[in-house]
Nanobody, 125 residues
């Protein structure tokens, strides 16, 4: 499965960005997906994830209420809408996918086998 993420950029604190991701798996509903981010010198950390049908979502405590993950199986895309961005959200963001045949959601990056190349999000003051 090939995964491609995009949409990062430079934004001022308090602003918004929407990240997008697509994967080559068909049907798209075969895969559960998530977003992770990585700070320089740190391990990847969980941001948000969704079940294969997009009906169940989980968020990290730091992003809950500000970020929204959405999976659109009809047009094979995953989005991460990021609002009220903070300087500490600056990181390299990765989209991840894994095969799924249940409604489970995974938060551990080790549970994902397919990764995008990453897209940089920089939040300035």
């Amino acid at each position: 499965v090939q995964v491609a993420d995009s949409g990062g950029g430079l934004v001022q604190a308090g602003g918004s960005l929407r990240l997008s991701c697509t994967a080559s798996e068909r049907p798209f509903s075969n895969i559960a997906m998530g977003w992770f981010r990585q700070f320089p010198g740190k391990e990847r950390e969980f941001v948000a994830a969704t079940s294969r049908l997009g009906t169940i979502t989980y968020y990290s405590e730091s992003t809950k209420g500000r970020f929204t993950i959405s999976k659109h199986n009809d047009n094979n895309t995953l989005h991460l809408q990021m609002n009220h961005l903070k300087i500490e959200d600056t990181a390299l963001y990765f989209c991840a996918a894994r095969w799924a045949n249940t409604g489970s959601v995974w938060q551990n990056p080790l549970d994902y086998g397919f990764w995008g190349q990453g897209t940089q999000v920089t939040v300035s003051s």
